[in-house]
Nanobody
């Protein structure tokens, strides 16, 4: 079964950190461009970070310098280290990739930044 599973969300105070994981089964993530999206309350889902198959990463300006993508090919897992979290980072976070003609999504993990 091909699937993506996110984990690591939670409640954190402003300025805090969290590390999200996206573990894949059925595909080898090192062969695909992997994406992170998030959807905040009453907001559209936005793409904010990518890691390409060659390891190059891309970040939206709003997270650049605070968020870092990495990948452990042996564990078939992508990580999103999030530092200096802000209330506006509150959202459901999703990992995604395109597998053939299929848009693969995880179930999402909630991140809430609040004091």
């Amino acid at each position: 079964q091909v699937q993506l599973v996110e984990s690591g969300g939670g409640l954190v105070q402003p300025g805090g950190s969290l590390r999200l994981s996206c573990t894949a089964s059925g595909i080898n993530i090192s062969e695909y461009t992997m994406h992170w999206y998030r959807q905040g309350p009453e907001k559209q889902r936005e793409l904010f970070a990518n890691i390409f198959s060659d390891g190059v990463t891309y970040y939206l300006d709003s997270v650049k310098g605070r968020f870092t993508l990495s990948r452990d090919n042996a564990k078939n897992t992508m990580y999103l280290q999030m530092n200096d979290l802000k209330p506006e980072d509150t959202a459901v976070y999703y990992c995604n990739t395109v597998w053939g003609a299929r848009d693969l999504w995880g179930q999402g993990t909630q991140v809430t930044v609040s004091s």
